[in-house]
């Protein structure tokens, strides 16, 4: 049977199709219908109206052609980014925008990384946070208003919840401020796994009195925090690093209290020697690993007010 239907062309061809599409009704439309293949994790919230504005901006200025959106299971990566991409974090993406070019830095883990006063100096002048940056300029971003009819439009065809308050609430915004918004929601619904601290509570700097320590130090901080700080250490996103102040109170603090805000950053509320923080320090522990960090605190107590 088999050998004669080599010989008949046409059968063969139907045939041949039936069986793809067999193969293809398995592979395809099986895990299409099967709400297991599509995962949403629990905490995963639909797009606000400026949020969803703010991925059209994204598509609309090309930023996937430079930047991607997702995290491989590679130690490298998840060292660089944070947690790898999960399935269930994309539910509301229509379309992905995972990307495939990495010019400029993986984005899925973004959102909560920055504060947004960064993000708006960084869109207006990527240079003036990484001199070497070849980001382009968005700030005229912030001369275009958010088309809150095409938002809400779009809200209606994918089936996302919204008000009618939320669409209002576009007319005085820019794409500038969607952008914005939508930074901060990338990647959220995954928390931040803790990682354990770098040194002990109570620990003392160890490099305390060598010179070299406070030449690299200010090495490091020009390179990574005079974005925010300020070249002179004076404060611009973040606070003064010179002044009395640690931490919002005029009071002394250790330093392996500067060690834990620099190795891990800060969050909303979180605590540092009794006082509250109020978040947007990035954390820099596995850049620079410990002798670096104690070579900064070096440098900035080198240069606190006595
Ligand atoms: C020509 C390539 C290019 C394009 C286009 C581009 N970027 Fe970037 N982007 C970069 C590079 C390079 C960096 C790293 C240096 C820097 O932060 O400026 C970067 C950094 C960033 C960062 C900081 C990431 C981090 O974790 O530090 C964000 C956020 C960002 N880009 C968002 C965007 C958005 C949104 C768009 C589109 C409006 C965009 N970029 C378009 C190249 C690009
Ligand atoms: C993206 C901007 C940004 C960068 C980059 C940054 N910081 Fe910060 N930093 C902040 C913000 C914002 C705060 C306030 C944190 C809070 O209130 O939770 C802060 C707080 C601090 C504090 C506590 C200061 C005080 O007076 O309470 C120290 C110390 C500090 N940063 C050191 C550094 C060092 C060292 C670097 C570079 C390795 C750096 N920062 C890079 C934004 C930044």
Known sequence: MAGTLYKKPILFAVVVTVVILIGTVVMMVF??????????????????????????????????????????????????????????????????????????????????????????????????????????????????????????????ALGFPYKKEEIDALKDKTKLDALVAYMQSIGTAVPKKPKPPMIAKGDKNPLVGDPNATAEGKKIYEMNCSACHGVDLKGDIGPDLTDKEWVYVAEPIGDDTLFFIIADGTKKDQEFEGRKAKGGMPSWGEFFGKKKIWSVVSYIRSLEEK
């Open 31 to 156: 895990p299409m219908l099967t709400p297991q293949m599509h995962p949403k994790l629990a905490n995963l919230k639909p797009y606000t109206a400026l949020q969803l504005a703010g991925r059209d901006v994204y598509q609309e200025n090309g930023c996937f052609y430079c930047h991607t959106q997702t995290v491989r299971p590679l130690k490298a990566e998840v060292i660089r980014y944070g947690e790898y991409s999960k399935a269930g974090e994309f539910a509301y993406d229509q379309p992905f925008l995972w990307g495939s070019k990495r010019t400029g830095p993986d984005l899925a883990r973004v959102g909560g990384k920055y504060t947004d006063k960064w993000h708006y100096k960084h869109f207006n002048e990527p240079r003036k946070i990484f001199t070497g940056s070849n980001m382009p300029t968005y700030g005229w971003l912030a001369d275009h208003p958010v088309d809150a009819s095409a938002t809400e439009a779009r809200m209606k």
